[in-house]
């Protein structure tokens, strides 16, 4: 499956921003899938992970209460709904998709991944 991230920008804190992940070449029913963010030097970081169904989800701690994970399987798309946006939220974030059922926060796990849009957050 192929991965195409977009939504990244320039937004100041305490903004909103929702990223969207498109998938092609399969269909993503039976894929978790996840977003991860980076920042230059650092270890990329999980932000938030969701089931085949979308039922199943999980947070990072830093994000928790703030952004929201989800997806629209008749779409092929995924989602990140980013609210009350921090400074320390600015990165390139990056979607990921695995064929299996447990949902995974590192990044090792993840097969398929896109390409990353940048948040850039000002204070």
């Known amino acids: 499956v192929q991965l195409q991230a977009s939504g990244g920008g320039l937004v100041q804190a305490g903004d909103s921003l929702r990223l969207s992940c498109v998938a092609t070449g399969r269909f993503i029913n039976s894929y978790i899938m996840a977003w991860f963010r980076q920042v230059p030097g650092k270890e990329r970081e999980f932000v938030a992970g969701?089931?085949?169904?979308?039922?199943?989800?999980s947070y990072g701690d830093s994000v928790r209460g703030r952004f929201t994970i989800s997806r629209e399987n008749n779409r092929n798309t995924l989602y990140l709904q980013m609210s009350s946006l921090k400074p320390e939220d600015t990165a390139i974030y990056y979607c990921?998709?695995?064929?299996?059922?447990?949902?995974?926060?590192?990044?090792?796990?993840?097969?398929?991944w896109g390409q990353g849009t940048l948040v850039t957050v000002s204070s």
């Open positions: 990921a998709a695995d064929q299996s059922y447990t949902l995974y926060d590192t990044s090792d796990k993840y097969a398929s």
């Open positions: 969701i089931g085949w169904r979308g039922i199943r989800r």
